[in-house]
């Protein structure tokens, strides 16, 4: 039962099929940026209405800043949705819009030359997966940028961040008390992103702030904490959800101070996970018998389970794993929010008379019984199959079934063979996934109950302060429910993972091109509310996915 099993999810293996994509080549190696769209004509006069774009300034987070591919580099911030927006306001008295961008399209951050963030993803077609961009970063962050800068989107940005002194303070990064993001272009170590945006004196805004106040939580398949009724975010882990009143109260208090002195602006709401291929690219079932590492060890661990089958078929039958030799099967996972019955796996086991004779069929003493039986109370306490009804995060693909190592070397501090411990190492097998590679339904439900509030809040604080708000939630429902036609020759974007145009390789971040359409979505809702008239931009002029 020697597992060597990486699974690569089934829309990768497609890649030969996207050079036949659609005639729009959706997946131009290089994007087209600092174009104006293909509907604007040379003798056209543009208005800003009631708005004043003179001096546009962003607030956000990594959706703002242009972050994509995993990593913040510069064409990715060139095709920034404030950056667009932009370019189409310089035609309507909008003035200069300054990024503070990378030295490079590598990505990547360094910290004192020590590595802190990755280089970019980009899409391998020969090996048909993503890969990091080789070469060595250059984005030194003790190097910081003199600004002011326009775009003051901050990767990682909570609500509550986006006031707090310090959270550029370069000193502070190591220590995870300030974002290193924003270190590279605060205006001092002690200035906050609004003090920093305020002091441009902003004409118009945008707003886009909240995500990561539920996001990080769901990245991290739920190992943070639902801190609603803890009103100190002081106290807050990193994936950790926000309290909707801190939220209430923060997110009205930085409109209000964005609104001051009658300026106009736009604000979005935060998209549910369930729609971005982050979460809906890796099946629950994707191990497969043709899979001829996963295949011929069928039987065994049949046999295996079959041990361990009647005790869960006594206590919860929703715990029995079995796994099919003609269709996938889904992976094994702990859900935490199980009875832990590690004691009576245990118990049952030791008091089989056959038990000793199982084990004898894998080289293991009778004496050994006792440890063995306690290996698998630990293994399968709170262990079960995944179903539809769980989402596996895009970063389970690189782990279902390679050996977890850790937990292998312990099994042989328990006098297991290296092989032995092996086999029972298995993830997503004989190994359930960690709580980080799943999000179970009662981690959904937390999550789907704060975007709903913070959503809410959102809506309302647009309505008392008399802004557009972009639905970015009911568009990414469109995207991912239909796909969204964005242009008379029936071009679409769908959220399909690699294929599909409206997302990067990260499966989080928009690519340039679902950039370029969210764009345009909010230059609709500027232009209705304020009597402006700037042209859309052609998504055809911007990159789809990046490959090499």
């Known amino acids: 039962m020697k597992m060597k099993l990486k699974y690569i999810t ?4 497609l890649g030969v099929l996207f050079l036949a994509c659609e005639s729009d080549d959706s997946l131009l190696v290089e994007p087209v940026v600092n174009q104006v769209s293909d509907v604007d004509v040379p003798d056209a006069t543009y208005t800003s ?36 927006l932009a370019m189409q306001m310089a035609l309507a008295g909008g003035g200069s819009f300054t990024q503070p961008l990378t030295n490079d399209d590598l990505g990547g951050l360094l910290l004192g030359g020590q590595l802190i963030a990755s280089t970019r993803l980009i899409f391998d077609v020969a090996n048909e997966v993503p890969v990091n961009v080789s070469g060595t970063p250059t984005n030194e962050i003790t190097q910081t940028l003199s600004g002011p800068f326009n775009n003051m989107g901050v990767p990682g940005a909570k609500s509550f961040h986006l006031l707090a002194e310090g959270y550029g303070n370069v000193a502070g990064v190591a220590t995870g008390q300030a974002n290193p993001y924003y270190a590279r272009f605060a ?21 886009w702030i909240g995500n990561n106040d539920v996001l990080s939580y769901a990245i991290s398949g739920g190992t943070g904490v639902d801190q609603a009724g803890n009103l100190d975010p002081s106290t807050y882990g990193a994936n950790d959800i926000t309290d909707p009143n801190v939220f209430a109260s923060v997110y009205n208090g930085l409109l209000a101070t964005l609104t001051s002195d009658d300026r106009k602006g736009i604000v979005a709401n935060i998209p549910n996970v369930t729609d971005i291929p982050f979460f809906t690219t890796v099946p629950y079932a994707p191990l497969s018998p043709a899979n001829p590492d996963f295949g011929p060890q069928i039987p065994m661990l049949n046999m295996v389970f079959g041990a361990l089958n009647p005790i869960f078929e006594a206590v919860d039958p929703s ?20 009875a832990d019955i590690s ?12 038990f000793p004779v199982f084990i004898g069929q894998f080289g293991l003493p009778p004496e050994a019984a006792p440890l063995v039986a306690n290996l698998l109370g630990t293994l399968y306490g709170q262990t079960r199959q995944a179903t539809a009804d769980d989402l596996l995060v895009l970063t389970s693909s690189s782990v279902i079934g390679t050996i977890n190592e850790d937990f292998a070397a312990y099994l042989q501090t328990q006098g297991l063979s290296a092989e032995l411990a092996a086999q029972f190492s298995a993830q997503g097998i004989t190994y359930g996934l960690d709580d980080q590679w799943v999000l179970i339904p009662d981690e959904q439900e937390a999550m789907d109950a704060a975007i709903t509030a913070f959503n809410q809040i959102i809506e ?15 568009f990414f429902e469109k995207v991912a429910a239909e796909g969204y036609v964005y242009n008379s020759l029936g071009a679409t974007l769908t959220s399909d993972f690699v294929t599909g145009g409206a997302f990067s390789l990260d499966g989080i971040h928009p690519s340039p091109r679902g950039n370029a359409v969210i764009a345009n979505q909010m230059i609709a809702l500027i232009n209705a509310k304020y009597g402006s008239n700037l042209p859309e931009l052609n998504p055809v002029d911007y990159t789809g996915l990046y490959i090499n």
């Open 49 to 84: 209405g009631t708005a004043n774009f003179s001096t546009y300034v962003a607030v956000g987070n990594s959706l703002t800043a242009g972050f994509s591919d995993a990593a913040l580099f510069k064409q990715g911030q060139e095709s920034s949705i404030p950056n667009l």
């Open 343 to 354: 004691a009576i796996i245990e118990a049952q086991l030791n008091a089989s008379p056959t």
């Open 187 to 207: 205006s001092s170590a002690s200035a906050s992103v609004m003090q920093d945006a305020m002091a441009q004196n902003p004409t118009f805004f945008s707003l």
């Open 319 to 338: 715990r029995e794993i079995v796994f099919s030799e003609t269709s996938a099967s889904p992976v094994v996972i702990k859900d935490e929010t199980l």
């Open 460 to 474: 309302n604080a647009a309505t008392t302060y008399d802004v557009p708000l972009f639905d970015v939630n009911t």
């Open 10 to 13: 089934s829309v990768m293996a």
